[in-house]
């Protein structure tokens, strides 16, 4: 079965500090990755996705996430965090049908 | 567009009662998911229609719950009886087959369910 895989749980960080968080799955196919962002109190938004092409992509906001097919992962990076990062980051994987399996997610804190 | 609505945003009752939470999709969408946050579990698909005829139901926890989709622009989730570890929040979701964001899911606001 799928799985998504996110290993940090919680991340504590300085602004302007870099970010990467990590996202490993599991499914040997063809993959579309999303990375989703809940700001506190809100409902889920779409940060970034990649469907083919240059395995790095860029999103809202500064974010950027590397599609690494040899790894499985889809690691979202930004180099200089804001306060107003400060969030609940999701991973997802769709693998074909219309349904995507999420990550645990990995809460941000960023100290200003 | 609204984006997905949801009502009520937060649902206080106490077990034993019965719960129904609605969903109103993106007009035109023709999936709809709904998903359980915790804070245990993450995010959890429950359900999802297409066309509104329910496609993958094995993530619904129990027979205590249901969900219905009586026509392409609105759906119920519902559970009867509730229980307190049925608290969490409830978000739907809908998305297209149709547009260039095909498998990008929309999120509504979610309702807040708390178990007494």
């Known amino acids: 079965a799928q799985s998504v895989s996110q290993h940090n749980h919680h991340v504590i960080l300085s602004e302007a500090a870099s970010l990467e968080l990590g996202c490993n799955y599991s499914?040997?196919?063809?993959?579309?990755l999303f990375w989703y962002v809940q700001y506190p109190g809100q409902h889920l938004q779409l940060l970034l996705k990649?469907?083919?092409?240059?395995?790095l992509v860029k999103g809202i906001k500064g974010f950027e996430a590397e599609f690494i097919k040899s790894k499985f992962s889809f690691n979202l990076r930004k180099p200089s965090v804001q306060w107003s990062d400060t969030a609940e980051y999701f991973c997802?994987?769709?693998?074909?049908?219309?349904?995507?399996?999420f990550g645990t997610g990995t809460r941000l804190t960023v100290i200003p | 567009d609204a984006g997905v609505i949801q009502s009520p945003r937060h649902e206080v009752t106490e077990m034993g009662q019965e719960v129904t939470l609605r969903c109103k999709p993106i007009?035109?969408?023709?999936?709809l998911f709904w998903y359980r946050q915790t804070m245990m579990r993450g995010l959890e698909l429950l359900i999802y229609?297409?066309?509104?005829?329910?496609?993958?139901d094995s993530g619904m926890p129990e027979d205590r719950f249901s969900a219905k989709m009586p026509n392409a622009s609105f759906s119920t989730l519902k559970i009867q009886p509730s229980e307190p570890r049925d608290s969490a929040v409830y978000f739907c979701?809908?998305?297209?087959?149709?547009?260039?964001?095909?498998?990008?899911?929309?999120f509504g606001p979610g309702t807040r369910l708390t178990v007494l």
């Open positions: 979701a809908s998305s297209s087959t149709e547009s260039l964001s095909y498998n990008e899911q929309f």
């Open positions: 499914y040997g196919g063809t993959v579309n």
């Open positions: 990649y469907f083919s092409g240059d395995p």
């Open positions: 997802a994987v769709n693998t074909g049908a219309n349904n995507l399996f």
């Open positions: 007009s035109g969408h023709d999936y």
């Open positions: 229609f297409n066309n509104n005829v329910p496609i993958d």
